[in-house]
C-alpha cells in the first residue's frame, strides 16, 4: 500500500488549506483513512479519521475547524482545514487502515504565520 499526501504549504492565520491523501497498491477495503500530525518538540497526535461507512472522528482543538472527508471511489482522504491557526503548524502525516495494518504517507508540512 503506497500513499501519496499533498496539499500542505504556508498560509496565514485565518486561511484555510486542503491536504489530499490517495492510496494505492494492494488495497481491498480500508478500514480507517485520516491524519497525525507532529509539530516541533512534540508528540505526534492524531487530529482526524474517518472510517470506511462515513462516521470521523476529530480531535478536539480542530472540531468546527477541519473536515475530513474520503472518495471511496478513488481511495482518497482529505482534510479541509479552516481557520487556520499558529499552534496548527506541523508536518500532518496521513495513514490508512487496511486489515489492521497501519500504513503511512509521508509528512505534509503546514506551516501557518501569525
Known amino acids: 500500500v503506497q500513499l501519496q499526501a499533498s496539499g500542505g504549504g504556508l498560509v496565514q492565520a485565518g486561511g484555510s488549506l486542503r491536504l489530499s491523501c490517495a492510496a494505492s497498491?494492494?488495497?481491498?477495503?480500508?478500514?480507517?483513512m485520516g491524519w497525525y500530525r507532529q509539530a516541533p518538540g512534540k508528540r505526534r497526535e492524531l487530529v482526524a479519521n474517518?472510517?470506511?461507512?462515513?462516521?470521523?472522528n476529530y480531535a478536539e482543538f480542530v472540531k468546527g475547524r477541519f473536515t475530513i472527508s474520503r472518495d471511496n471511489a478513488k481511495n482518497t482522504a482529505y482534510l479541509l482545514m479552516n481557520s487556520l491557526k499558529s499552534e496548527d503548524t506541523a508536518v500532518y502525516y496521513c495513514?490508512?487502515?487496511?486489515?489492521?495494518?497501519?500504513?503511512w504517507g509521508q509528512g505534509t508540512l503546514v506551516t501557518v504565520s501569525s
Open positions: 474517518i472510517i470506511n461507512g462515513g462516521s470521523s
Open positions: 497498491g494492494s488495497i481491498f477495503e480500508i478500514t480507517y
Open positions: 495513514y490508512v487502515i487496511v486489515k489492521r495494518s497501519v500504513y
